[in-house]
């Protein structure tokens, strides 16, 4: 079982620009969540896909967006980049409720 | 207000020398209380969900109990691989976003 994997590894962009990271979930779960670690910090919940739908958003501004595939992967996209965006960035995937993460992302903005 | 709150911040053990972890927790309807297990700079690992107060979960030297507020992880005989971040995130009944403490930082020392 490969378990959630996200691409890429690590990213360097600048301030304006905009960014998409990918994420494929763990064999036989439909469900994908994104969230954004600040280092030193818990992750923050970003927002949550089922069914190629967002179910539920954090509090987080419109600049981030994403998407689900019929394949049920996922993408983040963050517009208009900020210093503040500069973080970790983990996809978990789950079925009934266990969430189960990916090795994240290390945005960096600059 | 923070749902979750975990302590100590740090913690440095003596290789052997047990301890134990707090998250306490406000959310109206727990639906599951987890814990994870962090290295620098990759996705939290999961170790244990708990449902239920006086439910208790244990593997190899960890043990994570709950109560109707808080949980706790015990940790029995540390070894130094067990130095990591451990989070613990809970889950509202109605809701389907995780909420992280700030984790707290274990260190063994051999």
């Known amino acids: 079982d490969a378990g959630v994997t996200q691409s890429p590894t690590h990213l360097i962009k600048t301030r304006g620009q905009q960014v998409t990271l990918r994420c494929s979930p763990k064999?036989?779960?439909?469900?994908v969540s994104w969230y954004q670690q600040a280092l030193g910090q818990g992750p923050q919940f970003i927002f949550q896909y089922y069914e190629e739908e967002e179910r539920q958003r954090g509090n987080f501004p419109d600049r981030f967006s994403g998407h689900q595939f019929p394949n049920y992967s996922s993408e983040l996209n963050v517009n208009a980049l900020l210093l503040g965006d500069s973080a970790l960035y983990l996809c978990?995937?789950?079925?009934?409720?266990?969430?189960?993460f990916g090795p994240g992302t290390r945005l960096t903005v600059l | 207000e923070d749902q979750v709150t975990q302590s100590p911040e740090a913690l440095r053990l003596q290789e052997g020398e047990s301890s134990s972890l707090n998250c306490s927790y406000t959310?109206?309807?727990?639906?599951?209380l987890f814990w994870y297990r962090q290295d620098p700079g990759k996705g939290p690992e999961f170790l244990f969900t708990?449902?239920?107060a006086g439910e208790e979960k244990e593997k190899e030297r960890l043990k994570a109990t709950l109560t109707k507020k808080e949980s706790f992880l015990h940790i029995t005989a540390p070894k130094p691989e067990d130095s990591a971040t451990y989070l613990c995130?809970?889950?509202?009944?109605?809701?389907?976003?995780?909420?992280f403490g700030t984790g707290t930082s274990l260190t063994v020392i051999p």
């Open positions: 959310v109206s309807g727990l639906r599951g």
């Open positions: 064999s036989g779960h439909d469900t």
């Open positions: 708990l449902y239920s």
């Open positions: 995130a809970v889950q509202e009944g109605t809701g389907n976003q995780f909420y």
């Open positions: 978990a995937s789950s079925g009934w409720d266990t969430q189960y």
